[in-house]
């Protein structure tokens, strides 16, 4: 192999790890608990409150909430309701791990610092995750393969 042929392929392989290495930072980290509450909504508050004694204690958890009036919001709520297999009847409507609770009361509290203990020590899925949102933007990935085939072709 040529001099220009070595030098051409060092700098293609330098080339796709920073695109791959970019592409992957870049990625938005998916949460752990995904939170859908409405205004004014005191059930949602205290939920909140129960969330916020379990963020002190494992501060590496991820939360995200996403108010009822969002754009999109309803879509994604009902997504996720689907592949739970709830019906989400009260708010607020809370995702971790494998489970879905809907409302609020002692038993749910329970049952939302068991599944985020689980979520954290066990290192659980996004409930994003089940609906197929893939962490490495497509874009990136359709650039990745443009510039490989340019470099292909220049090279060979």
């Known amino acids: 192999m040529n001099d220009r042929k070595r030098s051409g ?12 290495s970019f592409g992957l930072a870049g990625a938005e980290r998916q949460p752990d608990v995904v939170v859908f509450t409405r205004e004014a909504c005191n059930d949602c508050r205290h939920m909140d409150e129960v969330l916020d004694g379990l963020l002190e204690i494992y501060p590496e958890l991820y939360v995200i909430h996403i108010v009822d009036t969002e754009p999109g919001a309803a879509d994604l709520m009902w997504t996720l309701s689907t592949e739970y297999g709830i019906f989400p009847s009260k708010y607020p409507v809370i995702f971790v791990g494998d489970l879905a609770i809907a409302g609020v009361g002692r038993e749910k509290e329970i049952q939302l610092r068991n599944a985020v203990r689980l979520c954290v020590f066990e290192q659980c899925e996004s409930p994003m995750s089940r609906i197929g949102r893939d962490p490495l933007p497509i874009t990136t990935i359709g650039i990745m393969l443009v510039f490989i085939l340019t470099a292909a072709v220049l090279l060979f």
């Not at 392929?9 to 791959?20: C, H, P, Q, R, T």
Request: hydrophobic share 90%; aromatic share 16%.
């Open 9 to 20: 392929m060092l700098w293609m392989g330098i080339a796709v790890w920073l695109l791959l």
